[in-house]
């Protein structure tokens, strides 16, 4: 990790501390480069002593690691291991170099990098290398072998580059072991970097976002900052929903395999899958349950009714400290009532926008309403006046829900909708609230779960027994302007008709062809572009929860003093 922190102390905290990683494309196309250094072979004789020292032994020859200069030949040194893990106690360092040279007792430990060597800087290496080389030297010194240089191979240009282990080398890398060990001990991630060109390469930009940490905090300040958008503004993968009764999943290659009766067998490829989210009687192999974990794709269980019941992942996530801190905040009344205000706020706010979209008629007077009682919110000196104010604004906006209904499908009073009532809904409406929620929560405890929440924790949401509070706290802002938006967009365009409902004992619930229009219908609303508020890029909304996800994690982490929620225009 020493690389990491050379190059980026966030960096190194955000990996060796709270052990979080994600993939890029350079991350993975490294891997590949590097996969024959990655294959353990060969060994490390026991260093002789001085004067029982042998020369001039025969190299054997690996054609892999030119010897010098740009797309050279064989080497002509004997190379003794690939892959060893060593370590040096007293130096406190350890490391898995990639290849050894050895003749005897002098040693060249060579290490494999995907890119290309920087000619312009007089030591043809860049620093972060040349450190970790350093740091491979010592531990060899201190293993009892001659180490005096190192090579970096930079695999884009076939350059090798030999990297003298010099005295100031080995203070600037014991400088930075020392600074590295004192970060983690401190326990409070380093600052982001500003306006740095290292981000936009990073593959942990869209966990670190430093660019949006360091606008937030300007916006603290009363200060203005352009927001570069370094994550990608759709996740690719994508959730894939099964619920014919009776089908089974399965694994086949890296491909999952869909079976269900009198339908044709379906294959989808693993790296296009984000969720599996099984409704109702579906079953799942244990390899494919395995090989899911295993790539931190989440399986996410719904029962026939559409209620999101069970979420299975792998081991829980390694970011412990952040779960310290969650747990210590969901104790302290003050910082629970402050992220409850924040998201209150913003879910006001958003119902008072789908309204003003959407109304038939303007209803100046419940906007007039919404927004007094949003005004009061700061206010509010406990939790519970803050759910009488809540409460308030849901009746107000329940009220005029039917004003943004606009069906001519189907015969009339087919989509009334005269309030909120749910376990079980009695009408379509509720019946297409009821499953956009239960959708909605699924996706926020995932993205709580991939950050490294615990999400049955709220700070709003007191904890129940099988709830994920966390989740439901996130969910209000968003409710609005993602799961009551679909339900509207449904209805209006006809996509949902009455026909797509069963209706029993006043209980209303979607047939599987409906069913599945609104998950069609919400998929597409994840996936649609939204220009950020804060931050002036579009990304997706998918996209935006686990940014609000992530947020949330940087206020709890004391990096931001607000949780600051995501409202629309």
């Known amino acids: ?79 003794h291991a690939r892959s060893l893990m060593m370590s040096a106690p007293t130096l406190g360092l350890i490391a898995r170099i990639d290849v050894i040279e050895a003749q005897g007792r002098r040693v060249t430990p060579v290490d494999y990098k995907k890119g290309a060597a920087p000619d312009h800087l007089p030591e043809r290496a860049w620093e972060p290398d040349r450190v970790q080389i350093c740091a491979q030297a010592l531990i060899l010194r201190e293993n009892g072998f001659d180490c005096d240089e190192g090579v970096i191979y930079y695999a884009a240009g076939k350059t090798r580059v030999t990297v003298p282990i010099t005295d100031d080398l080995v203070r600037r890398t014991l400088e930075l072991r020392d600074q590295a060990h004192a970060v983690a001990a401190v326990g409070q991630i380093p600052p982001p970097l500003v306006d740095s060109p290292k981000c936009p390469g990073c593959s942990l930009v869209g966990i670190c976002l430093p660019d949006e940490t360091n606008a937030l905090l300007d916006q603290e300040r009363g200060a203005a900052r352009e927001v570069r958008r370094l994550l990608p503004a759709r996740i690719e993968a994508a959730p894939v929903y099964v619920q014919k009764q009776g089908a089974s999943v399965g694994k086949s290659g890296d491909q999952l395999r869909i079976v269900a009766k009198d339908d044709p067998p379906r294959s989808i490829r693993l790296l296009d899958v984000s969720q599996l989210n099984l409704i109702g009687n579906v079953q799942v192999s244990s390899q494919a349950l395995r090989e899911l974990v295993a790539r931190g794709i989440p399986v996410c269980y719904f029962t026939f009714g559409g209620s999101f019941s069970a979420i299975t992942t792998g081991m829980p996530h390694k970011n412990v400290e952040l779960r310290i801190r969650q747990y210590a905040a969901a104790s302290n009344a003050d910082t629970s009532l ?99 929620y239960a959708l909605l929560v699924k996706e926020l405890t995932a993205a709580l779960v991939g950050v490294g929440f615990d999400p049955f924790l709220g700070l709003y949401h007191r904890p129940r027994y099988g709830r994920p509070a966390l989740a439901l706290d996130l969910a209000e802002e968003f409710r609005p302007i993602i799961a009551d938006s679909v339900v509207i967009q449904v209805i209006n365009t006809g996509e949902i008709r009455p026909a797509d409902f069963v209706i029993r004992a006043n209980a209303a619930a979607l047939r599987p062809a409906g069913r599945r229009a609104f998950l069609d219908a919400y998929e597409r609303r994840l996936d649609s572009l939204v220009t950020h508020p804060m931050f002036g890029y579009t990304i997706s909304y998918r996209r935006v929860l686990e940014v609000q996800a992530r947020i949330l994690a940087a206020h709890l982490a004391g990096e931001l003093p607000h949780y600051v929620p995501f409202c629309t225009r």
């Open 338 to 436: 402050a992220f409850a205000k924040a998201i209150v706020i913003g879910k006001i706010r958003n119902c008072r926008t789908l309204l003003r979209r959407n109304y038939s008629d303007r209803p100046h007077l419940a906007l007039r309403d919404l927004n007094d009682l949003r005004k009061r919110v700061p206010a509010a000196d406990s939790l519970d006046s803050l759910l009488g104010l809540e409460g308030s604004a849901a009746r107000i906006y329940f009220q005029h829900f039917a004003g943004m209904l606009k069906s001519s499908y189907g015969p009339p009073f087919a989509f009334d909708f005269a309030g909120r009532n749910r376990r079980p809904p009695r009408d379509p409406v509720n019946a297409l609230l009821s499953f956009a």
């Open 1 to 79: 990790m020493l690389n990491e922190f050379a190059y980026c102390p966030r960096l190194y905290y955000l990996e060796f501390v709270q052990g979080q990683f994600a993939d890029s494309a350079d991350t993975i196309e490294g891997r590949l480069r590097h996969r024959r250094a990655d294959q353990e072979s060969g060994d490390l004789p026991v260093p002789e002593p001085d004067d029982a020292r042998t020369a001039g032994a025969e190299p054997l020859i690996d054609e892999s690691v030119p010897a010098s200069g740009v797309g050279a030949g064989p080497a002509d040194r004997e190379i």
